[in-house]
């Protein structure tokens, strides 16, 4: 018998159908999350009528009391062996039964999917084919992120088409499509639906970005929103829209997970989730949901306002105007940035007349939007806003604009 622990996301799966395709009948594979997975290992390891199975897990890591019982079993001359490609679980190659390699000789990043096809063909269970080679590579592109960089819209199609078929049909089809030794591609059919899928993905993206709240979490400033699906995209399409965050946090109650991703080469979102008993990319990971990190999550984002995001269509409150740039968020206060005498840029903001100032546009926006989850504000609410605060009428403030922006500076700064 052949036993396999595996992930459920696109990865997890590639090494099922892997060794579906390898093993034929003779595999049972477990599909698992980090919350089923000891439990589930260490229930089939203590079964006596499994010691002459051979275990492999891949893409998930087992705890330590787990990892002990691995190790027994394998001293016992039963069979072991953890495939991984995750930073946090490398501790693992201290053992002979365990392999973890977070990127090749080659200076390619791997995933479970890649470093398991590879020990399958050097062990001689699986021949290589062309359809196997673009299918393993499609998921490394899609699990590394690389096909963002790449522009590979394959490799996110194949994601998506595994949440629109669900695990079980995907993986009868994929099965039947790579053991047919033809070059992988899509059919008319999925191409039509990605389509539709892309549309959905970026509608649900603009309703979570607009739902998203912003607090600061230790030393990191985080976006937290609740979601249950599309998790690397959104994740992703979050921090490119609001680089000032160093990370997004995703916050499934349902799953009781929270998952992590960030943009930027400074954050390690595998080594913070570590300190909630998670792990995964530096880049891309997730922890439990326990009660701790509840109360800091999904507490903490239920109690404060969405964060203010950039207008996008204004004539008159854009950042191009150097005189004077306003920024409110949605507790009503607001704030305006200008370029001053001295070359440096100035915050002016009646809550907080101590803000410093700053050698760029960039660094005092950053500081705005970070301290305060403010966005550039909508002409007609700078419109608004101004009339209130001069007594202007509408069309003289429309008419006279930048004179209207440099009475308000002036009168704030006298």
Same mark, same amino acid.
């Given at each position: 018998m052949i036993k396999l622990f595996t992930d459920s996301d696109l990865d997890g799966i590639g090494c099922g159908l892997l060794a579906t395709i390898a093993f034929g009948g003779k595999v049972d594979v477990s599909y698992c999350s980090y919350r089923n997975l000891n439990e589930r290992v260490r229930q089939f390891i203590e079964n006596d009528t499994h010691d002459e199975a051979h275990v492999y897990i891949t893409d998930l890591a087992v705890n330590e009391e787990v990892e002990k019982k691995l190790d027994e079993r394998f001293q016992a001359g039963k069979h072991v062996q953890v495939i991984d490609h995750h930073v946090t679980a490398l501790h693992f190659n201290r053992y002979p039964w365990g392999w973890v390699e977070p990127v090749n000789k080659h200076g390619?990043?791997?995933?479970?999917?890649?470093?398991?096809?590879?020990?399958?063909?050097?062990?001689?269970?699986?021949? &290589?084919?062309?359809? /196997?080679d673009e299918f393993v590579e499609l998921v490394r592109q899609y699990d590394t992120?690389?096909?963002?960089?790449?522009?590979?819209?394959?490799?996110? &199609?194949?994601?998506? /088409?595994?949440?629109?078929?669900?695990?079980?049909?995907?993986v009868q089809q994929m099965t039947e499509r790579l053991q047919a030794q033809q070059m992988f591609s899509f059919t008319d059919m999925e191409e039509f639906l990605f389509q539709v899928e892309e549309k959905k993905i970026q509608r649900y993206i603009r309703l979570k970005q607009k739902q998203m709240v912003q607090t600061w979490i230790d030393e990191y400033c985080v976006g937290i929103v609740f979601a249950e699906q599309h998790i690397s995209e959104l994740g992703n399409a979050l921090s490119k829209r609001c680089p000032h965050l160093d990370f997004i946090a995703m916050v499934n109650l349902g799953t009781k997970h929270i998952g992590f991703r960030t943009i930027h080469d400074f954050v390690n979102v595998a080594e913070f989730a570590k300190r909630f008993g998670g792990g995964g990319h530096p880049k891309a990971s997730g922890c439990l949901m326990d009660e701790h990190t509840f109360s800091s999550f999904a507490m903490t984002a239920f109690h404060l306002p969405p964060i203010y995001h950039d207008a996008e269509q204004n004539r008159y409150n854009i950042k191009e105007h150097h005189e004077g740039i306003f920024f409110k968020n949605n507790e009503e206060q607001w704030f305006l940035l200008f370029y001053d005498e001295q070359n440096k840029w100035i915050v002016l903001c009646d809550d907080d007349p101590s803000i410093p100032s700053f050698l760029s546009f960039e660094e005092a926006e950053r500081w705005v939007k970070r301290h305060f989850a403010a966005g550039l504000a909508e002409d007609a609410l700078v419109i608004d806003y101004l009339q209130q605060q001069l007594l202007w009428s509408k069309e003289d403030m429309v008419a006279r604009y930048p004179e209207a922006v440099e009475q308000y500076k002036n009168n704030k700064r006298s």
């Open positions: 390619k990043k791997t995933c479970a999917t890649s470093l398991f096809y590879e020990y399958l063909v050097r062990q001689q269970k699986l021949q &290589r084919s062309e359809a /196997l992120w690389e096909w963002d960089e790449n522009n590979n819209i394959q490799a996110k &199609r194949l994601n998506d /088409l595994l949440s629109m078929l669900g695990m079980d049909e995907f």
